[in-house]
T-cell receptor, first 113, second 113 residues
């Protein structure tokens, strides 16, 4: 059973399109995240939700909008996609607090052409 | 502000030899330190963490790491490298009250048969 699952795994789309990535965790965690990994493999947090409440919103364009319908789900919607949005997007979850292990999904490879 | 440094972009080691992947950190307060591994086209897998207590932490797949407060380091080690250990390794830093991890840039480990 996959602990953190995200779909789709691969996504190729044209500039200007709108796309969504869905994420679900079955670990019973209260906190969920979206991380972005760029072409140089650098990982940076985008958003964090705790009990459906947004608690971290890093400097991310307004075109990116997370939505957490419940504690087990955190979706990422991206409007007006740009070439620079091409990256791997990782969903993750943990219990709240810095000492808890964050568990990652397998990633969604987004290519904007 | 907190930061993590992985000074080596790449580490090459012969199969059967011991391996070390270096990590240093900077944070005010007590650090929570993590190691993750990423295989090609996969998500990040948790290896081990240091929260408190014994400075030597043992983790998955025979890996261990030693927390050194005076040198602000948390190097990942394994006594005998396997070809299957070849992957990208990330050191990450958390702290109390934080809802995110700060990642190092990653170190590519290549184990040569």
């Amino acid at each position: 059973d996959t602990a953190v699952s995200q779909t789709p795994k691969y996504l190729v789309t044209q500039m200007g399109n709108d796309k969504s990535i869905k994420c679900e965790q079955n670990l019973g965690h209260d906190t969920m995240y979206w991380y972005k990994q760029d072409s140089k493999k650098f990982l940076k947090i985008m958003f964090s939700y705790n009990n459906k409440e947004l608690i971290i919103n890093e400097t991310v364009p307004n075109r990116f909008s997370p939505k957490s319908p419940d504690k087990a789900h955190l979706n990422l919607h991206i409007n007006s996609l740009e070439l620079g949005d091409s990256a791997v997007y990782f969903c993750a979850s943990s219990q709240p607090g810095g000492q808890y292990t964050i568990y990652f999904g397998e990633g969604s490879w987004l290519t904007v052409v | 502000a907190q930061s993590v440094a992985q000074p080596e972009d790449q580490v090459n080691v012969a199969e059967g030899n011991p391996l070390t992947v270096k990590c240093t950190y900077s944070v005010s307060g007590n650090p929570y330190l993590f190691w993750y591994v990423q295989y090609p086209n996969r998500g990040l897998q948790f290896l081990l963490k240091y929260i408190t207590g014994d400075n030597l932490v043992k983790g998955s797949y025979g890996f261990e790491a030693e927390f050194n407060k005076s040198q602000t380091s948390f190097h990942l080690k394994k006594p005998s490298a396997l070809v299957s250990d070849s992957a990208l390794y990330f050191c990450a830093l958390g702290r109390a009250g934080s809802y995110q991890l700060t990642f190092g840039k990653g170190t590519k480990l290549s184990v040569i048969p």
